[in-house]
């Protein structure tokens, strides 16, 4: 609501009970099940979602998860999945999904982070081998309330995820009907390239 005021939110929580530790604000110990994951993406495609945020990372999804991936593709809705905040020269196992084509069909968006320097944040991991789907916005120092409604300043690339989704929601506003493909090559080609010309793979 951030970015796309007039957006219909759909919220839905996939952590198990009781593996968040909400009293300080650190969710780094959230657990979260594929299969969690899989019925909330089915629930946002049956309630006519035009984009999703997954500001998550890990191991690679296991099969029930990628078929809901596959469904929700399918369906045109675009999918934004946290890059991953180790530093590494590729996005989160999580998140290369986005290179399975026959699954993610192009919409599925792997979110970096930057500082407000256009500069890879240290803790992002890099564009790597999800290079040709990966876009970055601003993630270091981002203002937002935490569990308790009180302002925080959070990092990590799952506050640049929804900065790209709130971007796609806009677009999905303005112009309503626009195809999930067509979002995304607008995204692509009217992002400002920072860094080296072109695609940049760190």
């Known amino acids: 609501h951030g970015i796309a005021f007039d957006a219909t ?11 968040c530790t909400v009293s300080t604000g650190d969710n780094s110990g959230c657990k979260h099940d594929d299969r969690s994951i ?19 990372g890990g191991s690679p999804a296991s099969p029930v998860l990628v078929q809901a991936i596959d469904r929700a593709t399918r369906a045109g809705i675009v999918i934004v999945i ?11 196992s999580f998140a290369a999904i986005a290179t399975n084509a026959a699954v993610s069909r192009g919409l599925v968006i792997i979110a970096g982070s930057v500082g407000t320097n256009d500069v890879i944040s240290t803790f992002s991991n890099n564009a790597g081998t999800g290079a040709n789907f990966f876009l970055s916005a601003v993630g270091e120092q981002v203002r937002a309330p935490n569990q308790e ?3 925080f300043l959070w990092s990590g690339t799952s506050f640049s995820a929804p900065q790209i989704s709130g971007a796609l929601a806009l677009l999905a506003q303005a112009f309503p009907t626009l195809t999930g493909t067509q979002l995304v090559d607008i995204l692509y080609s009217s992002a400002r390239d920072a860094g080296a010309a072109g695609i940049d793979r760190s």
Not at 9 to 19: A, E, K, M, Y
């Open 9 to 19: 939110l759909l919220i839905f929580r996939t952590d198990n009970p009781g593996s």
């Open 38 to 56: 899989a019925t909330a993406l089915d629930l946002a495609r049956t309630n006519n979602a035009r984009v999703v945020n997954v500001s998550l």
């Open 149 to 151: 409604n009180v302002p």
């Open 82 to 92: 946290s890059a991953g905040n180790d530093g590494t020269a590729n996005p989160d």
